[in-house]
């Protein structure tokens, strides 16, 4: 516990000198304001901005990208808010309420809870980064292909409480999002699969041109519907802070969130990933309110941007104890450590306590930088809502546009994004939903990855999926989760039957 | 039609009239994987030095996809002026006989600007891994066969290739299992869900040297400063299994030669420079030499390398499209 205070003493002490706080401040603004662009997330950010970084030391360096990742996650909310353009899965979340709260006028409150939710997670999960990351780690590696299919499932069966509608609609459109995550090279055999003979097709369909597309260009094609008289997107903008009632209803879900994101976040395999999701499910599921869910609840805001940045923040410590790369964005850092000439790995805490706990300290500055950043420019951002709709959708098309094509500077990825745009908006009409679909997408590829994994290394024995006890325990819960989703809908049909019966 | 070569001429012609002004503004580096990864990082290192001779900026661009073919034809079809060029490693090699329908050809849509670097590559296992040098582990290998389990980043990655040629030459098969990239690899590797695999010494001295990972060989021709307790399969007794990552600097077919000289100048130069010696050293990474940077020895190394895979790969089966 000592060594604990002592060590984040000595981060903090790194981490708050002028020079270091500066940068860490540039690297939150640059990241808002890059990430508030539609369309581009952290990735992006980070690869753009890392050219400024390499004039720096070694530990400056680090806390700004960390600054640039902060700001880009927390600019890629707003905008999923503010015009249901999610930059990355988990935006895709928070645009589900975060955008209707917006429609209602009530943009203020719902980006108010994003950064207040996300700030306390952050603080929280620095604290579990600093104290538990070495026995966080040992638990993770425990995790082998078996145990995260049995997670996959789970999320898989967990999306379908994201259904606001019919089951069998969002059965559907799960199964949908699966088939897309088809497309792209098989990596066992190295076959294309459904790339229309398309080399750009050959790693998949982009995330980023089919989530702008899905959502915001189908939005779009939506309120064309409408005569377009000069009006705004919303004329009427209700207070712009949280309600004292708003606050109570955060608490919850921000505390199960940081919770939910915490634990997720830990796992390099694809488990921050569900961290947004299975915390909006979660919320929706204990609610006794759960119709107001998908129609500007503020819980649905809450606990999925916690669980969000506290598995941003967790996701650093795959990174931090051994030196292996989380997500693409860790990725980034681990270039970005060895271009400053230090070697990723866990030798990393010993050789350069510093370094190592300075970065550890400045997640902590950065959250809280970002909401002194933030919470004074949610009166700017909601102004922007009440921009025109001839001005602000060619500006909304233009910066998507823009976004999409810095993801693999490739104009390819702008036709599917017009693609999905489309089938976006044929979905809307036929009242299908489209979150489900996404989650299907993103998860697909890594069920398939860790299934036909786990049974290679296992040569072709299924038991391995019941005979590991947490790849069994996961399983059995997923079976749960889908047997009292249907419950209500079996009981409601043996209702009908009886009625007709009568 | 009968236009065209006289238009073609007399664009060469300016071409290298402005060719003595080269560069007049910043020049496009493609590196055709994403962001982070080692070649990003071997390329911005590499374009960092270059830029302090040649006076003006190398922008690094990530074109990533298709097993880095995405951002090779990219540069294949650029104008060839110079402001456009590549870094690509043993990839540009294998692809031909990898991709059946590979869009460009490797030796004839590029001018090859000079070598950067060499890496070795390093066997290794998981900690609990019964065989503890690598004369055991052949022999465990040979017993065991497909029980083994042999992790690669994917078909066409310098850990597949690497695989590939461990196991024709010692003429045994191992159950291989596919990842995407070298991450995921060393986590299932350091949590004891696969038995080996063989990668880059850039990924893995940390973990070696923690001993996190059992290193059984080096695939070089002399052993690594940072690795100095592991030996090179020559001393090993297995000298047919030579794999190296090395990277090259090319540049679209019709780049006047005054341009290419002077980028292959800047990449003499860079390979002189203290910052990238020091940090390819960090990685386990040779620098090119003079000799090396050139852009014959390139085209020599392109050709070679080509000769030595297709064979290979072909004989395993494999493709990627």
């Given at each position: 516990m000592m060594d604990l205070i002592g060590n984040l003493g000595l981060g903090l002490s790194a981490a708050l000198t002028p020079y270091n706080i500066l940068f860490c401040f540039v690297g939150t603004l640059l990241g808002t304001l890059v990430g508030v662009l539609p369309g581009i997330g952290p990735t992006a950010t980070i690869a753009m901005l890392l050219p400024i970084t390499l004039s720096l030391s070694p530990e400056t360096s680090l806390i700004m990208l960390a600054g640039i990742y902060y700001g880009a996650q927390y600019g890629g909310s707003t905008t999923a808010i503010l015009i249901n353009l999610p930059g990355e899965s988990s935006s895709a979340v928070t645009a589900l309420d975060g955008y209707q709260m917006a429609r209602q006028g009530r943009a203020g409150p719902a980006l108010a809870a994003a950064a207040l939710s996300s700030f306390f997670a952050g603080t929280i999960a620095t604290v579990v980064v600093a104290a538990l990351a070495p026995p966080l780690t040992s638990i993770a590696l425990k995790f082998g292909s078996p145990e995260y299919f049995g997670l996959m499932v789970l999320g898989l069966a967990a999306s379908i409480v994201l259904a606001r509608g019919s089951v069998l609609k969002t059965i559907a459109m799960v199964s949908m999002g699966l088939v897309f995550g088809l497309v792209g090279t098989d990596i066992n055999t190295g076959a294309m699969r459904f790339t229309l003979g398309r080399p750009e097709l050959a790693d998949g369909l982009n995330f980023v041109a089919v989530a702008v597309g899905l959502f915001g260009i189908a939005e779009i094609l939506r309120n064309l519907e409408t005569t377009i008289e000069r009006t705004a997107v919303i004329s009427r903008v209700a207070g712009l802070w949280p309600s004292r009632a708003d606050f109570k209803a955060m608490i919850g879900p921000a505390c199960r969130g940081t919770l939910l994101g915490s634990a997720l976040g830990v796992l390099p395999g694809g488990g921050a990933i569900l961290a947004?999701?299975?915390?909006?499910?979660?919320?929706?599921?204990?609610?006794?309110?759960?119709?107001?869910?998908?129609?500007?609840?503020?819980?649905?805001?809450?606990?999925?941007?916690?669980?969000?940045?506290?598995?941003?923040?967790?996701?650093?410590?795959?990174?931090?104890?051994?030196?292996?790369?989380?997500?693409?964005?860790?990725?980034?850092?681990?270039?970005?450590?060895?271009?400053?000439?230090?070697?990723?790995?866990?030798?990393?805490?010993?050789?350069?306590?510093?370094?190592?706990?300075?970065?550890?300290?400045?997640?902590?500055?950065?959250?809280?930088?970002?909401?002194?950043?933030?919470?004074?420019?949610?009166?700017?951002?909601?102004?922007?809502?009440?921009?025109?709709?001839?001005?602000?959708?060619?500006?909304?098309?233009?910066?998507?546009?823009?976004?999409?094509?810095?993801?693999?500077?490739?104009?390819?990825?702008?036709y599917v994004m017009a693609a999905f745009g489309v089938f976006g908006y044929a979905l809307s009409k036929l009242d299908f939903e489209p979150a489900p679909m996404l989650l299907g997408f993103v998860l697909g590829p890594l069920l398939e990855e860790h299934l036909r994994r786990a049974m290679t290394i296992s040569h072709g024995d299924v038991s391995v999926f019941f005979t590991r006890p947490i790849s069994a325990g996961l399983l059995t819960v997923a079976l749960i989760v889908l047997i009292v989703a249907f419950l209500p809908n079996i009981a409601r049909r043996r209702k009908q039957i009886f009625v007709e019966e009568d | 039609m009968k236009l065209l070569p006289i238009i073609a001429a007399f664009t060469l012609s300016v071409t290298s009239v402005f060719a003595a002004d080269y560069p007049e503004r910043n020049v496009f580096m493609v590196v055709p994987y994403a962001a982070g990864g080692p070649t990003d990082t071997i390329a911005r290192l590499t374009a960092d030095a270059m830029s302090k001779s040649l006076g003006k900026q190398i922008v690094v661009e990530n074109v990533a996809g298709a097993g880095g073919t995405i951002g090779a034809r990219r540069v294949a079809d650029a104008d060839p002026d110079g402001y456009t060029i590549l870094v690509h490693h043993i990839g540009m090699a294998t692809a031909p006989a990898l991709y059946r329908q590979l869009p460009y050809k490797p030796t004839e849509a590029f001018e090859p600007i000079g070598l950067v670097s060499d890496a070795a590559m390093t066997v290794i296992a998981r900690n609990e891994f019964p065989a503890s040098t690598f004369q055991e582990l052949v022999a465990y290998i040979k017993q065991n066969g497909n029980k083994v389990t042999y992790a690669h980043a994917g078909i066409g990655a310098a850990s597949h290739l690497c695989g590939t040629l461990f196991m024709s030459t010692i003429g045994t098969q191992m159950t291989t299992v596919p990842y995407k990239g070298n991450g995921p690899i060393m986590t299932d590797l350091l949590g004891g869900q696969i038995d080996m695999t063989c990668d880059q010494a850039t990924n893995t001295v940390g973990p070696i040297t923690q001993k996190q990972v059992k290193a059984y060989a080096i695939t070089s021709d002399a052993r690594a400063a940072t690795l100095p307790d592991v030996p090179t399969t020559t001393e090993a007794g297995l000298p047919e299994f030579k794999v190296g990552v090395w990277h090259g600097v090319y540049a679209p077919k019709g780049t006047p030669k005054e341009v290419l000289d002077k980028l292959t100048t800047a990449l003499q130069a860079a390979m002189e420079d203290a910052t990238l010696k020091e940090r390819f050293a960090q990685i386990a990474t040779m620098p090119a030499t003079k000799e090396q940077a050139t852009q014959e020895a390139l085209r020599t190394k392109l050709d070679s390398e080509i000769k030595r895979w297709d064979p290979i790969i072909k004989a395993a089966g494999q493709f990627a499209d």
């Open positions: 947004s999701f299975a915390s909006y499910a979660l919320e929706k599921k204990i609610s006794k309110t759960p119709e107001r869910f998908g129609n500007g609840a503020i819980e649905g805001v809450a606990g999925p941007e916690a669980a969000n940045n506290a598995g941003a923040q967790t996701s650093f410590i795959p990174m931090l104890t051994l030196g292996v790369p989380a997500n693409p964005v860790m990725a980034l850092m681990i270039g970005a450590m060895i271009i400053q000439g230090i070697v990723p790995g866990p030798q990393v805490a010993t050789e350069q306590p510093v370094l190592f706990w300075g970065l550890i300290a400045s997640m902590w500055i950065g959250n809280l930088l970002l909401v002194i950043l933030n919470l004074p420019l949610i009166g700017l951002w909601v102004k922007l809502l009440t921009v025109p709709y001839t001005v602000l959708f060619p500006a909304i098309l233009a910066f998507a546009s823009i976004g999409v094509y810095s993801v693999n500077s490739n104009t390819f990825d702008l | -």
